[in-house]
């Protein structure tokens, strides 16, 4: 149980386009969503917090504007890169936050999606 | 939540445990002691956490201080596979995961 998917898991684009990322919680219902970047050989850095049908809260420096988080549902989340630039290549993650089968609240991660800026 | 402090990089030769120390001085009493693993270009895997009392699960160990300001991840049969980058985390119940540089282990033939 407890599974993370994204999509997609890389992705090439142009500068000046927009790109969108999904991540899924499978088989339970993340009351809280976050969103890392990873740069190579850093570690992860925290983007923003988002709960279900509310606005996402996001860490000092990372730009709204630029990176728009939706949280529909309980299952789903999506990260939207607006105007992209190469600066903007990174390893994207998602993890969701919920109670899956076990009696604490935990945080489970996707696989990642390589964003590439050309 | 509390800073941990962990080394840069390990070695660990393949069948033995590599033990996996963290640092977490300033913990505070509600704060759990998560360790999660990055293979490379992978999500972040959870493998334990705990609170004061030693724990275990199919993955690894986990031995925590009485005076709760360090802990020791073991894995006690280390193998290729477990070649990762091993992050030791202070959270409280519902807190956010704030990742450290973590620690590079190698694991060797």
């Known amino acids: 149980g407890a599974v993370v998917s994204q ?112 | 939540d509390a800073k941990t402090t962990q080394p840069t990089s390990m070695d660990c030769a393949e069948g033995r445990a590599a033990n996996l120390p963290c640092n977490h001085s300033t913990i505070s009493g509600n704060e759990y002691v998560y360790w999660y693993r990055q293979i490379h270009s992978q999500g972040p895997q959870y493998i334990i956490h705990g609170l004061k009392n030693n724990e275990t699960n199919e993955m690894a160990s986990l031995i925590i201080t009485e005076d709760r300001k360090s802990s020791t991840l073991i894995l006690p049969h280390a193998t290729l596979r477990d070649t990762a980058v091993y992050y030791c985390i202070a959270r409280g119940s519902y807190g956010k995961l704030t990742f450290g540089q973590g620690t590079i282990l190698t694991v060797h033939p």
């Not at chain 1, 850093?42 to 990372?62: C, D, H, I, P, R």
């Not at chain 1, 630029?66 to 993890?95: G, Q, R």
Request: hydrophobic share 30%; aromatic share 10%; with cysteine.
């Open chain 1, 7 to 118: 999509h997609p898991s890389r992705v090439i684009c142009k500068s000046g386009t927009s790109v969108k990322i999904e991540c899924r919680s499978l088989d339970f219902q993340a009351t809280t969503m976050f969103w890392y970047r990873q740069f190579p050989k850093q570690s992860l850095m925290l983007m923003a917090t988002s709960n279900e049908g509310s606005k996402a809260t996001y860490e000092q420096g990372v730009e709204k504007d630029k990176f728009l988080i939706n949280h529909a549902s309980l299952t789903l989340s999506t990260l939207t890169v607006t105007s992209a630039h190469p600066e903007d290549s990174s390893f994207y993650i998602c993890s969701a936050g919920g109670v899956a089968g076990a009696s604490s609240y935990e945080q489970y991660f996707g696989p990642g999606t390589r964003l590439t800026v050309t």
